[in-house]
């Protein structure tokens, strides 16, 4: 299922934290996680949020629907962006306070 965050989080982001749909706080871990560790996340069924600035996308991503965008933009995800002006994600995992985490791709172009 997709939600958007976009309205009521934005800014949020930008300080390290989000609330997912059902009301979990989530704060920022890690902003260079690999892709084997976000296929190990995402496989075990955490939620993807697509976070792109220049598209004002903010979306929260979870069950089936997770694994269909990850699949999509995994070929896509880098540790670093490079400069060749295609659209490019980095990975970060968030968790709860309760250990729940998700990952979050910051897009980048």
């Not at 934290?17 to 890690?30: F, L, M, Q």
């Not at 309760?98 to 172009?109: D, E, I, K, S, Y």
Request: hydrophobic share 35%; glycine share 14%.
């Amino acid at each position: 299922m997709r939600t958007d965050l976009s309205e009521a989080q934005w800014d949020s982001v930008t300080h390290g934290e989000i609330v997912g749909p059902d009301g979990t706080k989530y704060v920022r871990r890690s902003t260079k996680a690999k892709r084997r560790d976000c296929d190990d996340l995402l496989g075990a069924g955490a939620p993807l949020v697509l976070y792109y600035w220049a598209g004002g996308q903010l979306d929260w991503h979870d069950g089936d629907d997770a694994g269909g965008v990850w699949e999509t933009a995994r070929a896509s995800v880098t540790t670093e962006p490079r400069l060749r002006g295609d659209l490019e994600w980095t990975a970060g995992v968030w968790q709860s306070e309760g250990g729940r985490a998700h990952v979050l791709l910051t897009g980048h172009c």
